[in-house]
């Protein structure tokens, strides 16, 4: 009757051993470390740069725990934090000499101390939110007035080709604020042009202003278009730092909105807060141009003289300068895709690029044009361009689909389609906010959330003990289980632990001992009805389970409500919440059981059971079970 077959027990052992080993990663803590990661999408980190960092090390006497290539950067681990710091600027100095262009960002991070073997199984520790790990916390506010205007600024781009095909002669389109105004000849151009405005650009509001022999459109985009346009540039501009952020191998980054036009970004980990501004404001877009083959163009190139008048020098990616005209004809924003390939004739890595129907229309035409000369393709990163390639136009390149080449090699095409899909930002950003919580205020919140969950956790099985003798120790090394089951599910889920989360872990206990409280207080009632001790342990979990069952479902609900619709804070609380209802119908119900019959159930003759006083009111006198 209260008997476990084996392979329930073989659940429970392997479910056990399964916990231990994905809660130990919690308990290594984390070491101050230096991260050197790409400054450039041209820039790899390899077994070069750390060679380089072991060798700036050494000449500045500094001892690293370890120092190793992981996922694109490379991490040296160190002791304490003063070390980390000196090793920071001697790692800076070595990589980046001073007045140089930075080819690498060097900053201060925080890394899990788990031993390689842990880390093979692939047991991590929970990610720490900023109040528990420390790092920085920006609060970023959009410009959206600039996203209009430039939403303004590419439909008149888009409108003055449209018109050039439909042959609606204009006296020219200006752009005042968020309004187009298209000066027209006759009334029958102003038709023409309605129609064209009508069909093609359903989000503009037209207004018919004339006076005398002038005629004029005034085009403005309406309420409802405005309100998406800068929804779609804040969605845009969190997609954008998302790459970047994750390009650099921050754990667990926050970016959410907040309000109408402002992004929150923690980083938790990040000690440097010069190097997170850095990282937010690495965005990338391209530049297609053409090159300037003029003779005075070609002189300047080769003796490095004055750049002829509306054309730029930038360099290629063998350091050699190339004299590109001013005038841009594509750029980023006709980008629609970015996939790295090979070419299918000589097998080398290059990047296909995808443009959309505007940026088909003008790429064709502009290699129609300019059969036999040389077109540039230029990365700004960080406001400089590099040129990735500049390829000879062979002939009219058509479909919108263009490749990209430049004696890349395969890791350097992946990282530029990368930074290319990243794309730049759909609107100007201001910092309004800053601030960096230290990693000792993140310990003490660490110390404080931990002693509230042990000492809640020791109290509610000393009353257990206390109130239902040797079931109430069953309760709480079932309580203790729960515990670490829902750690270990919360590290191999990689969630992120915050204090709410903290808050929400010493709840759970309280709520999954009231399981244990259901079944011993049934026990208790059908051995007061005079049952045998094994059937009143089978009727008492048999009875509880519904009642646990239901319970437990309603709490889910408001737990995934939390889940649902709730963000930041709140979202931390209902994840763990949510876990942590789970695990205690397991732990509370399946795992207590298995004690039990592990303890009475292979005695035959029960005579009593170790569960405190029960209560006869029949009898007017209490009896002891045990």
Known sequence: ????????????????????????????????????????????????????????????????????????????????????????????????????????????????????????????????????????????????????????????????????EKDVRHGGISRNGETLEIRLRDEQQVAAAKRVLADQFADLQIQEVSAGNEFRLIARIKPEASRKVQDQALKQNITTLHNRINELGVAE??????????????????????????????????????VDESTEARAAEQAGGVVPFGAERYLERDGRPLIVKKQVVLTGD???????????????????????????????????????????IILFEKGKGEVVTAPVIRAEIGGGRVQISGRMTTAEAN?????????????????????????????????????????????????????????????????????LFLVAILSMLQATLTLPGMAAMALALGMAIDSNVLINERVREELRNGVSPQAAIHAGYDRAWATILDSNITTLIAGVALLAFGSGPVRGFAVVHCIGILTSMFSAVFFSRGLVNLWYGGQKKLKSVSIGTVWRPDAGTAVKAD
Request: no cysteine; aromatic share 6%.
């Open 415 to 483: 990282d530029t389609a990368l930074l290319l899909r990243a794309g730049s930002l759909a609107a100007p950003m201001e910092i309004i906010e800053e601030r960096t919580i230290g990693p000792s205020l993140g310990a003490e919140n660490i110390a404080k959330g931990f002693n509230s969950v042990t000492w809640g956790f020791l109290v509610i099985v000393a009353f257990m003990v206390v109130y239902y003798a040797m079931f109430g120790l069953f309760s709480g090394i079932a309580l203790g289980v729960n515990l």
């Open 253 to 290: 980054p926050v970016i959410q909105q907040q309000g109408l036009d402002r992004i929150v970004v923690q980083l938790p980990g990040v000690q440097d807060t010069a190097k997170a501004k850095d990282i937010l404001g690495r965005t990338a877009t391209l530049e297609v141009r053409m």
């Open 334 to 376: 006709n980008l629609t895709d970015a996939q790295p390939g090979f070419d299918s004739q000589t097998q080398e890595p290059v990047v296909n690029l995808t443009l959309d129907a505007k940026g088909a229309r003008i790429f064709k035409d502009v290699t129609r044009d300019n059969v036999g000369k040389r077109m540039a």
């Open 1 to 164: 009757m209260n008997r476990y077959p084996v392979w329930k027990y073989a659940i429970i052992v392997i479910a056990t051993l399964l916990g231990v080993i994905y809660t130990l990663p919690n308990f290594y803590g984390e070491a101050p470390a230096v991260q050197v990661s790409s400054g450039k999408a041209t820039i790899k980190v390899d077994t070069q740069v750390l060679q380089k960092v072991e060798e700036a090390l050494k000449a500045a006497d500094l001892n690293a725990d370890s120092i190793a290539l992981e996922g694109g950067s490379v991490r040296a681990r160190f002791g304490s934090t003063d070390q980390q710091l000196k090793a920071k600027d001697a790692i800076q100095r070595a990589l980046t000499p001073e007045g140089a262009d930075p080819q690498f960002v060097v900053a201060l991070n925080l890394v899990s101390r788990s031993p390689a073997w842990l880390t093979a199984l692939h047991a991590s520790p929970m990610y720490l939110g900023l109040d528990l790990r420390g790092g920085v916390h920006f609060m970023l506010e959009v410009d959206m007035q600039a996203a209009l205007t430039q939403k303004v600024e590419s439909i008149g781009g888009d409108l003055r080709s449209l018109l050039r």
